[in-house]
C-alpha cells in the first residue's frame, strides 16, 4: 500500500475506533454545537433592543462554527494537533465578534486592515484583542497565543514533539507521528477541548443575550468541567502532559 493510502485507511479506522469509544463525547460535542448554531442563529431573524440589526456579525460566528467541527473531525482520528490548528480561526473568529460588539466602529478597522496597519495592529493583536463583551475573552485570547506557539510554527517544541529517532544498520532515521500514539494525552486534547466548546457555547450566549435579550437555548445544560470532573482529575493524576494539555488548552482548573 503507497503512503498516502496507508494513511486514509488508518484515519478512517481511528474514526471507527473513536466513536466507539468516547460515544457520550462525541453526542455532547453534537449537542454543543447545536446550541452554538442556534445561539448565533438569532442575529439572523431578530434584531437587538433599539431594533438595530447585527446580521452583519453571522459570517464570524459562521466561521467559528465550522472550525469547531473542522478540529472536532480531527480529534475523531486520533489527531489532536490537527485539531487545534484547524480550530484556531474560529477562535480567532470568535474574539473578533467580541471586538465588533464592543464597538461597530471596529468592523472598519478590520476591514481597512490592509491599508491602516498600525490602526489594526492596535485594536486587533495581543491585549488589544481581549473585549469588554465576550466573557471570558482574556482566557480565549491566552488560549490563542498558545495555539499560535504550539501548533503553528515549527519550533523546537513543535518539531520534537511527535518526532522518533530510529537507527539500525542502514543508519538513522527521523519518524514524525501522523497520529496520537498515547492515549491519556488524546484523551486529555478531547477533553480540552470538549469543555472549551463549552465556555465558548456559554459565552456567546451572554453576548447575544446581550443584543437580543435572554432566551433559553433548548437541549445545553452546559457545565461540562462540572460533568467530567473526575474523569479529568484522574487522567491529570497520572500524567503530567495530560494535565498541562486540560489546563492550557482547555480552560480546565485542575
Request: hydrophobic share 45%; proline share 2%; net charge negative.
Amino acid at each position: 500500500m503507497d503512503e498516502f493510502s496507508e494513511y486514509s485507511s488508518i484515519q478512517q479506522n481511528n474514526r471507527e475506533v473513536f466513536h466507539k469509544n468516547f460515544a457520550s463525547d462525541t453526542q455532547c460535542f453534537k449537542d454543543a454545537l447545536t446550541a452554538l448554531r442556534n445561539i448565533w442563529g438569532r442575529l439572523g431573524t431578530e434584531r437587538d433592543k433599539a431594533g438595530e440589526s447585527h446580521v452583519g456579525l453571522l459570517p464570524f460566528s459562521n466561521i467559528l462554527v465550522r472550525h469547531v467541527i473542522f478540529g472536532f473531525e480531527h480529534l475523531a482520528c486520533y489527531q489532536s494537533f490537527l485539531a487545534w490548528l484547524t480550530f484556531r480561526p474560529g477562535l480567532e473568529a470568535l474574539l473578533i465578534l467580541g471586538k465588533f460588539v464592543d464597538d461597530p466602529a471596529n468592523a472598519k478597522i478590520w476591514l481597512n486592515r490592509g491599508v491602516d496597519v498600525n490602526s489594526y495592529r492596535k485594536t486587533f493583536e495581543g491585549r488589544a484583542l481581549e473585549s469588554a463583551s465576550l466573557p471570558l475573552s482574556l482566557e480565549f485570547r491566552k488560549v490563542l497565543s498558545r495555539l499560535n506557539d504550539e501548533f503553528m510554527h515549527p519550533n523546537p517544541a513543535f518539531a520534537y514533539r511527535d518526532a522518533n529517532v530510529r537507527s539500525d544498520a542502514g543508519g538513522m532515521q527521523v519518524e514524525i507521528q501522523f497520529f496520537d500514539v498515547d492515549a491519556d494525552v488524546h484523551e486529555a486534547h478531547l477533553l480540552a477541548y470538549l469543555n472549551l466548546i463549552d465556555v465558548i457555547v456559554r459565552s456567546s450566549q451572554t453576548v447575544v443575550d446581550g443584543l437580543c435579550g435572554s432566551r433559553a437555548t433548548g437541549g445545553w445544560t452546559g457545565n461540562y468541567a462540572a460533568q467530567e470532573r473526575g474523569r479529568a482529575l484522574q487522567l491529570a493524576a497520572r500524567n503530567a502532559v495530560a494535565k498541562k494539555v486540560m489546563n492550557e488548552l482547555g480552560l480546565w482548573n485542575l
